[in-house]
């Protein structure tokens, strides 16, 4: 009750106590405002513990409450936490991305708070240390007493665990001697320490066109202002080794950078060019980290001590003191496009990022993405083009082979020309990618029988046959089943028949015809860990496999320099899809395989196998003319108005029942929303009409590019109610259309 004790009844500003909103990392939530109770301070930015409901849950302070809900019914804060704020320009992040993605800032706020433990305060360890006032000569030592004080005396202070190792005594020698008061203790924080990446060693010798190119990158980064930069080059034409002269320069001046990659190409190679560039190794974020690593990482990084970072897209979300720089390397992969969640493009939230916190950032990539080219020639981002090397090979002699006129033998998937390239390759000690983007045996399993394909019992996909594995497995749920002896739809028996190749089975046929070959598949499927990866590629660049069959895990970053053939086993494969960046994804994927052979001081080959060799993609890759193909596609995508000319946004409803959901659609559908320029298509069934159980269907809005979907799509959707089990995906900037 309140009385006159209470200090929200006396008069005057300063006396009141606060009333704060604050955002809790929920998937639903918005802010919610929560009362400050006396004494305790919460300013923006502060990590708290608030209730919710009958749990007390961690939460950040986001600014003063709105005062929705009267001051009396607000609950306390009940804790604040010790550890650092959160800094003002993540927090703007958080709601940047939220508003453009149309996604629940508490989401957000949840990529950005995934070390929770990170916030608790340190465990303290205890430490003995010899007083300062020195030993009383008096006191006779024993050997063992006398080698600790040695040890200690002039020296840093040690753990017990340290101490007694470096010293070779047990622990009650050290105890005894505290209590003899030899030795003293204190508690302090245990941190680990970071190699320091060293931004004044030298670099290496630059070429004329790298040298000016670098230079525009580290007069960006002393600006100390935001700017956009493509950084663009063939394979091999040092893209690397100039923007880590941009690194150096933030480095240099204290401050601490970004690299993104996508993680598939953040390999062993790429993290010792780094090492040998710096002197010490970057602190990479990724899936691979323990929870310990992932604790003191996320506090170092927020403490200041640790200059680079290198991950793949949620390093965005990395607490940073004082960002200096962000690269994103091959800026094009369309796997920094999150596809769960919250839908973000962590390229595009790069920029943003780094606008936010007036840095630079660098895009770079050999084949940029239609985006960035047009923010590049638009303006709005500056461009920075590297020649190739003079002297070395860039991109390998790459050769169409039309698979009409030389057809692989029946059930067989290498042509003559190739399986002849391949015998004078291995002749002359020299080694072979074979190149399919399709991981397992078989795409698809027939029953003879009667015609059926083995369907995921979840999705409306083929089941892929891996033999290595001994399994049918869906790739788009993970579900998996025995290889059937009895067909589930006439129930004939050992009828089945694979269909189509995958890199298993290509394997099958390169062992048969180059039975002597050293053989090895570089894919997810074989290649499980990070360890296991590298060490792949290390047998390789050592010259220990004579024919890598791989998918697109091999395509990326890596420097094979006996490698002179590489085969594209597939290169329509990537066209079927369909989509808007079918062609521009097959290309940049089939210009970065060809990329691989010949890269040192020998010439590559690049066979293309295709069945389509006058489809302009394919004429592009094969001229290996990269700004055609981007003026030919771009000027497809300008007719038609699509990005970078255009707006999409998709609609993905799901759920268990068709009937609920098409009801939903209907009712979604009589409220479009009606704006000049706008076009909305749908509802459809979705291409992957059938998905962990869950029916889809999507709408797909179209937009000029200067018109905001995010306000229309809100409009539409405010007034609409999901049902129990529907959910709704808003997927701005699609990358799937499945
Ligand atoms: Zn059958
Ligand atoms: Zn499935």
């Known amino acids: 009750m309140a009385n006159d004790l209470d200090p929200r009844m006396q008069a005057g500003e300063d006396v009141l106590p606060g009333t704060v909103r604050v955002l809790l990392p929920l998937p639903l939530a918005d802010a919610y405002d929560y009362s400050v109770p006396e004494g305790m301070e919460a300013e923006p930015g502060r990590f708290v513990v608030v209730p919710l409901g009958k749990r007390l849950v961690l939460g950040v302070v986001w600014g003063p409450g709105t005062g929705e809900v009267a001051v009396e019914r607000l609950r306390d804060i009940a804790e604040v936490l010790e550890c650092l704020p959160m800094a003002e320009t993540t927090r703007k992040f958080i709601d940047w991305v939220a508003g453009y993605t149309l996604s629940p800032a508490g989401a957000v706020l949840r990529m950005a708070m995934s070390v929770p433990s990170a916030l608790e305060p340190p465990r303290t360890e205890t430490v003995y240390f010899a007083p300062e006032s020195g030993r009383d000569p008096l006191i006779k030592l024993t050997p063992a007493r006398k080698r600790v004080l040695d040890q200690l005396e002039g020296g840093p202070a040690l753990p017990m665990a340290e101490l007694c190792r470096l ?264 080694q072979v990618l074979l190149f399919l983007n399709r991981r397992g045996y078989a795409p698809l399993t027939l029953c003879r029988a009667c015609g059926q394909g083995l369907e995921c019992p979840q999705c409306s996909a083929w089941l892929v046959e891996h033999r290595f594995r001994r399994t049918l497995t869906c790739h788009h749920c993970g579900y998996a089943e025995p290889p059937a002896k009895v067909c589930r739809h006439c129930g004939a028996e050992d009828q089945f028949v694979a269909c189509g190749p995958g890199v298993e089975r290509l394997a099958e046929e390169a062992l048969s015809l180059f039975p002597e070959a050293r053989l090895e598949m570089f894919t997810s499927d074989t290649l499980i860990s990070r360890d296991q990866a590298s060490a792949a590629v290390e047998r390789m660049t050592k010259g220990e496999i004579d024919i890598l069959i791989g998918t697109q895990m091999a395509a990326k970053g890596h420097h094979f320099p006996n490698l002179t053939l590489v085969a594209v086993v597939d290169a329509d494969l990537g066209l079927n899809g369909g989509d808007l960046r079918a062609a521009e994804r097959t290309f940049q994927l089939l210009y970065q395989v060809a990329g691989r052979a010949g890269r040192q001081d020998r010439p590559g080959t690049a066979l293309v196998q295709t069945y389509i060799p006058e489809h302009p993609v394919m004429q592009a890759v094969v001229s290996g003319d990269r700004d055609r193909f981007v003026a030919a596609e771009l000027a497809d995508r300008a007719a038609a108005g699509m990005p970078p000319y255009g707006r999409l946004a998709a609609l993905i409803i799901s759920g268990a029942d068709p009937g609920q959901l098409d009801a939903f659609c209907v009712a979604l559908s009589r409220r479009t929303p009606q704006v000049s320029g706008v076009s909305i298509l749908g509802p459809a069934t979705a291409p992957l009409a059938l998905l962990r159980g869950r029916h889809r269907r999507r709408f797909l809005l179209k937009a000029p590019r200067d018109t905001p979907l995010q306000p229309i799509l809100h409009d539409w959707l405010s007034g609409v109610r999901l049902a129990g089990s529907l959910r709704l995906q808003i997927d701005i900037d699609p990358y799937s259309f499945l």
């Open 167 to 430: 010293v070779g005594v047990g622990s009650s020698v050290v105890k005894a001697m505290v209590q003899a008061g030899l030795l003293e203790t204190a508690e302090r924080v245990p941190r680990r320490a970071f190699a320091q990446p060293d931004g004044g060693r030298p670099g290496p010798l630059l070429s004329d066109g790298q040298a000016a190119a670098a230079q525009g990158l580290v007069e960006r980064v002393r600006a100390k202002t935001y700017s956009a930069t493509l950084l663009d080059g063939v394979p091999g034409a040092g893209k690397t080794e100039v923007y880590f002269e941009a690194v150096a320069a933030a480095l240099a001046e204290g401050r601490q950078v970004l690299v993104l990659l996508p993680e598939i190409a953040l390999t062993a190679q790429w993290l010792k060019r780094f090492e040998d560039r710096f002197g010490a190794p970057p602190s990479p974020w990724h899936s691979g980290l323990t929870s310990l690593e992932r604790r003191e990482t996320w506090r170092a990084i927020a403490a200041g001590r640790i200059g680079v970072v290198v991950g793949a897209r949620s390093a965005l979300f990395l607490p940073f003191a004082d960002l200096g720089l962000i690269v994103v390397d091959e800026e094009h992969d369309g796997s920094f496009k999150q596809d769960d969640g919250v839908l973000y493009n962590a390229r595009d939230m790069a920029v943003v990022r780094a606008r936010l916190a007036s840095a630079p950032i660098v895009l770079a990539s050999a084949t940029p993405s239609l985006e960035t080219v047009t923010n590049a020639s638009g303006g709005r981002y500056a461009s920075l083009h590297l020649p190739a090397r003079h002297g070395a090979h860039g991109l390998a002699g790459i050769e169409a082979i039309d698979l009409r006129r030389q057809p692989p033998p029946r059930g067989q998937w290498l042509s003559p020309p190739v399986v002849e390239a391949m015998r004078n390759t291995l002749a002359q000690g020299e």
